[in-house]
């Protein structure tokens, strides 16, 4: 069980996880006092870093002098820090048409869905649909989620690539998610129950019998992704 944060904790965590998030590099208490927190001194965001370190919200890799989130950082950042995104208009837009022909053609919706996601996001769509209890995957995004930073080694990226290739475990990932309360499931890293997928999260989300999920680096835009899901569970 871990420690219940202050007001200065969280806006430096965010910090570090909103800076992460969009370089994957290392974040150093300058940086976030250059950047982020001015009101602070550099001295005091040292020592709240080092507060946040020992109580496991973030981490020191071996070869850099600045920190990264961890799972258990990044599962406190989704569940009480974090602000859903605003979304454009043209992204709205493009959500409007997916729920519309959802309702319209299950095979037509799913291809839309995996289409219209990949172009939003960096990540890995997956989408699962049945007719007569069968189910039908598809996916896109691969090109996407490997320019990450994270799949620069080689044998992460073949990890990945032989993932994607067994739909079964697709299949029942997604099945194990959506069967739980959540409208949208949010697993981070380590918490995924299936050991494979324990270096990415994972997103999913169920309008009618379609199973939408997000698969990518922990190093993930959970406000963007879970602000997309929201908007597209209104609409249907």
Request: net charge negative; proline share 3%; glycine share 4%.
């Amino acid at each position: 069980m871990t420690p219940e944060l202050n007001k200065r904790k969280n806006r430096i965590l965010k910090a570090i996880i909103d800076d992460y998030i969009d370089s994957a590099i290392p974040v150093g208490s300058r940086t976030i006092y250059k950047e982020y927190i001015h009101d602070f001194s550099p001295a005091t965001i040292r020592n709240e870093m080092a507060d946040l370190e020992e109580e496991g919200y973030i981490a020191q890799p071996h070869t850099s002098a600045g920190r990264i989130p961890t799972d258990c950082g990044y599962r406190h950042f989704v569940d009480n820090i974090m602000k859903k995104k605003t979304l454009s208009i043209k992204e709205k837009e493009l959500l409007r048409k997916v729920a519309y022909e959802m309702k319209q053609d299950h095979d037509e919706a799913q291809e839309s869905i995996s289409r219209v996601f990949s172009d939003l996001l960096d990540y890995l769509t997956v989408v699962v649909s049945r007719k007569n209890d069968k189910p039908t995957v598809t996916y896109s995004g691969m090109s996407h989620m490997i320019n990450q930073p994270e799949f620069k080694n080689l044998e992460k990226t073949r990890k990945i690539i032989e993932l994607i290739e067994h739909k079964d475990s697709l299949t029942h990932l997604l099945d194990d998610y959506a069967n739980e309360e959540e409208e949208i499931n949010v697993k981070i890293g380590s918490e995924n129950k299936d050991k494979e997928f324990r270096d990415y999260s994972v997103i999913v989300t169920t309008l009618g019998d379609i199973e939408i999920g997000i698969i990518g680096p922990t190093r993930m835009s959970y406000s963007k992704i879970t602000a997309l899901f929201d908007f597209l569970n209104q609409e249907f």
